[in-house]
């Protein structure tokens, strides 16, 4: 992977984690805190050496 980029989306739209770096892994907090339970969207995009576009996006639910 030559470049990498991570963003991980609340229920509303927000942007609350986003890595550039692909052995970065959130842990589930937001500013410090805990997030709440829930379902949050991620989405990545990434360009491999040969210059191929990766482009993944789902969704993680946070349990406690």
């Known amino acids: 992977i030559a470049t990498y980029n991570l963003q991980i989306f609340d229920r509303w739209g927000a942007l609350i984690y986003e890595s550039n770096n ?14 709440q339970e829930g ?16 482009n993944l996006h789902g969704t993680v639910t946070v349990y406690r």
């Open 39 to 54: 379902a949050y969207v991620w989405k990545v995009e990434a360009t491999g050496f040969d210059e191929s576009e990766i």
């Open 22 to 35: 692909i052995n970065d892994r959130w842990d589930g907090t937001w500013r410090g805190k805990p997030v």
